[in-house]
């Protein structure tokens, strides 16, 4: 807002789902934003989902950038007192291999951080990671804090959709992680678990169309929704601007906020969008699923923040963006 000047920060990756949204926030509280982009301004990327959110004009610069190069991030950070690094490969499809994928991304984070250690006015780092990087080993169910670490062979060893993501994922906050200690660098992560809610960007994000399966009836998707934690990205992108501020903030923060078992989410969507065929419960009863084990945010409650949407926000703006966009 006018006359609420709060500095230059820059968003990697400021195409994505989380990144855009972020941008949107940043700009609202009144700071100047950086973001970077592949391939800009060559890219036949339309980009004015970003260039028309409010304050744009006066204060969003973009800037080319690429993990495979990290020193391309050195001039967009430059003078910022705060880097939110959310850029990461995404390829579920697996047309690289996995161990490429993830130098990459070590690689191109690492040489971030090293940007940001550089420049010498970036006070704090603000780093996306996800819920993949908590969850998956064989301690058995329970509710998991921010001390435990997914285990990569046992990620591999469960063959998962979209696995090589889920270990660079892990393997690039640990990276992050040992970095900054071993260079005295004010990091923080954040690990969210399923975004859900709008979306400025123009594609369909794909945590969106999962948690949305059902109105989709794609049921290849059904599996990861047996039991699912959520979280709307108003309060995912609230949370790193949080921290980014906050004087005590440390380490890695849990981020969700919604529990919901699948026969439980049919029950609550066919009631509040009756318009929609959402499957029963019975007919979901088959359903060949992996259960995750939850995660606790209470370290990121303890700090003060708290969550403003519920399930019924999540589904309500999720289906509303969803109708605007032509995907519903």
Known sequence: MEGEDKGIVCV??????????LIKKLLEDGYRVRTTVRSYPDSKKDLSYLTSLPGAQQNLQIFSADLAHPESFDKAIQGCTGVFHVAHPIDFEDKEPEQVKTQRSINGTLGILNACLNSNTVKRVVYTSSASTVVFNDKGLGVLDESEWSDVGFIRSLNLFGASYMISKTQTEQAALGFAEEHGLDLVTVVPTFINGPFVCPRLPGSVY???AMFFGDKNQYKYLSKV???HVDDVARAHIFLFGHPGAKGRYNCTSVNITID???????TRYPEYP???PDSLKEIESFRYPDISSKKLLDTGFKYKYGLEEIYDEAIQCCKEKGFL
């Not at 990697?12 to 949204?21: D, E, F, K, N, V």
Request: glycine content about 12%; aromatic content about 12%.
């Open 12 to 21: 990697t990756g400021g195409t994505g789902y989380l990144a855009s949204w």
């Open 278 to 280: 959402i499957p029963t």
């Open 210 to 212: 999962t948690s949305m």
């Open 264 to 270: 439980k989410m049919s029950e609550f969507l066919s």
């Open 229 to 231: 934690q959520m979280v």
